[in-house]
């Protein structure tokens, strides 16, 4: 996708380096960071310079490249991929990337081990990237539905960011946006906030504007009287980890969206690429949800009249807060899930159907 008229992965290797898209300093500065050694690829994750669950995956993996070039050792590639699942634990694509990768390094000594992972790695990312267009390609034909009947522009509600900045190329949630876009549906997003963070923002709302697709920024808590005033057609968001009884876990705030929406009988779909399902937890309680700091919530980040970015504290001093970064949404109030395979009801039964 396009960044100030240049197309652009999120991700690439270059000269024994990886380089990201430092997505902290979006949308104010465009910065491009490289990844030297493992525990820059750690710490990248951990501070989200990159972010969501598919680009987060191929950063682990990338992390392991670099552990290679830096020492080739099979005890210190072993310790560096237990560091890596352990940079965020929600995302699945996480540790589904790391075990990918350590599946065709463990044990391996020869010269050969970093081409070996290098190749594994570009697979991985092409493969995201095929998977995510799929999903544009099947989340087009619900568009299409709502656009043949209403023949007016399709309102579209996202929560947080699942777009191409949190993949590799097309995004989730996005992919249908971009495709329908693409075909000449005419299209307008709301796109949520986000707190704390405010992914959806500075990352959903910027990269829509690269692409020249109408959105408007909304808070977190408008999407409802919008659902009641008909002014939302269809919800489409992304997912960290959707277990295998169609239960999703995503940016928190999702699950209310979902309730809004089961509440106005909007259609509320969930964009994913089988790498994001976890087939082994069975109950959603089970999944370990990130806390991180309150920070994130008692300061915000922005320019100043300088044109300088600055941090400012918006609450008490004396006040605590508490920084839970996803929620689940039960499968009963998702209407499908969109998937690089098809689209399926969100049950065991519907994945299953998909993916044998």
Not at 153 to 173: E, R
Not at 318 to 342: Q, R, W
Request: hydrophobic share 40%; glycine share 6%.
């Amino acid at each position: 996708m396009r960044l100030e008229g240049k197309e652009y992965r999120t991700i690439w290797f270059d000269n024994n380096v990886v380089k990201i898209i430092d997505q902290t300093k979006l949308p104010h500065q465009f910065r491009i960071k490289e990844l030297k050694t493992v525990k820059d690829a750690i710490n990248a994750i951990k501070v989200m310079e990159v972010r969501g669950a598919p680009l987060i995956g191929a950063t682990a993996a990338f992390g392991l490249v670099l552990a290679i070039i830096e020492k080739n050792d099979q005890s210190f590639l072993k310790k560096s991929a237990k560091d890596l699942i352990c940079s965020r634990p929600t995302a699945i694509n996480l540790k589904w990337a790391v075990d990918r990768m350590m599946n065709k390094l463990s044990g391996v000594n020869s010269d050969q081990i970093l081409e070996i992972a290098l190749n594994e790695v570009n697979e991985i990312c092409e493969e995201d990237i095929k998977f995510c267009e799929n999903i544009g390609l099947n989340g087009l034909k619900i568009i299409e539905e709502i656009y043949n009947k209403k023949k007016d522009t399709v309102n579209i509600l996202t929560h947080c960011n699942a777009g191409w900045l949190a993949t590799i190329n097309w995004g989730t949630a996005t992919s249908p946006i971009y495709h329908a876009h693409k075909k000449g549906i005419p299209v307008h997003v709301w796109a949520d906030e986000t707190r704390p963070r405010n992914q959806g923002a500075n990352l959903t709302s910027y990269e829509l504007n690269e692409e020249g697709i109408k959105n408007t920024i909304i808070a977190d808590n408008t999407g409802g009287i919008l659902m009641q005033r008909g002014e939302v057609d269809m919800c489409i968001v992304g997912t960290d980890r959707t277990l295998a009884n169609g239960d999703v876990c995503n940016k928190v705030g999702t699950y209310l969206k979902a309730l809004a929406a089961h509440d106005n009988k909007i259609p509320f779909y969930v964009a994913l690429p089988s790498s994001t399902i976890d087939w082994n937890i069975k109950d959603h309680k089970n999944i370990p949800i990130e806390k991180r700091n309150s920070d994130e919530l008692s300061q915000v980040e922005g320019l100043d009249e300088k044109g300088d970015i600055k941090k400012i504290q918006i609450y008490p001093k004396k006040s605590k807060a508490m920084n839970l970064a996803f929620d689940v949404t039960p499968a009963k109030y998702v209407t499908g899930l969109i998937t690089e395979k098809g689209i399926c009801e969100a049950s065991e039964k519907g994945l299953k159907e998909l993916f044998k």
